[in-house]
T-cell receptor
Framework: DAKTTQPNSMESNEEEPVHLPCNHSTISGTDYIHWYRQLPSQGPEYVIHGLTSNVNNRMASLAIAEDRKSSTLILHRATLRDAAVYYCIEGGATNKLIFGTGTLLAVQP | GAGVSQTPSNKVTEKGKYVELRCDPI?????LYWYRQSLGQGPEFLIY????????DSGLPNDRFFAVRPEGSVSTLKIQRTERGDSAVYLC????????????FGQGTRLTVV
């Protein structure tokens, strides 16, 4: 079973920032936090991952709590193309990903 | 190829038949994963290959499901005596194999058992 907890759905307006929360209170010290997203009728797509420090890439930022029990994926300016299911996953050394049901993000124009 | 390729994209089969689903990973990727996804659910892990060997097959639901990767590249997921409950999208992913690296997913094969 997935070990992370996410809200079932969230809504955002286009051009506004989006903060997607994730709880992973039982994460081990060596497991990374991975985020993937899945657009309709497509396979999941990597977004970002991190261990302890906050991470930035061209798609998003990942803010990790100091105790590592939660994290937040930040989309700085949501677009209609960002409408997807976002999955937060604890990842171990084998890259085996255990998906939960994720957060369905709706973006309103 | 540029990405993970899965064939066929759609497969309709009759209950009780045998099916094979193919995955072509990104060239050079040593790790390969199979998942299946039912409507409204997240992908469910089935099996993971490192090279030619199945490093973790704990997600295979029963002995009707089997996967191979004989030369460490292309993989085939085989389902015997298909049941209507096997209907789902079967996803394949590959990664470079080093820990905590990005996994690249294919578009999936939609299997429908009638």
């Amino acid at each position: 079973d997935a070990k992370t907890t996410q809200p079932n759905s969230m809504e955002s307006n286009e051009e506004e920032p989006v903060h997607l929360p994730c709880n992973h209170s039982t994460i081990s010290g060596t497991d990374y936090i991975h985020w993937y997203r899945q657009l309709p009728s497509q396979g999941p797509e990597y977004v970002i991952h991190g261990l302890t420090s906050n991470v930035n890439n061209r798609m998003a930022s990942l803010a990790i709590a100091e105790d590592r029990k939660s994290s937040t994926l930040i989309l700085h300016r949501a677009t209609l193309r960002d409408a997807a299911v976002y999955y937060c996953i604890e990842g171990g050394a084998t890259n085996k990903l255990i998906f939960g049901t994720g957060t369905l993000l709706a973006v309103q124009p | 190829g540029a990405g993970v390729s899965q064939t066929p994209s759609n497969k309709v089969t009759e209950k009780g038949k045998y099916v094979e689903l193919r995955c072509d990973p990104i060239s050079g990727h040593t790790a390969l994963y199979w998942y299946r996804q039912s409507l409204g659910q997240g992908p469910e892990f089935l099996i993971y290959f490192q090279g030619t060997g199945a490093a973790d097959d704990s997600g295979l639901p029963n002995d009707r499901f089997f996967a191979v990767r004989p030369e460490g590249s292309v993989s085939t997921l085989k389902i015997q005596r298909t049941e209507r409950g096997d209907s789902a999208v079967y996803l394949c992913a590959s990664s470079s194999g080093t820990s905590n690296t990005e996994a690249f997913f294919g578009q999936g094969t939609r299997l429908t058992v009638v």
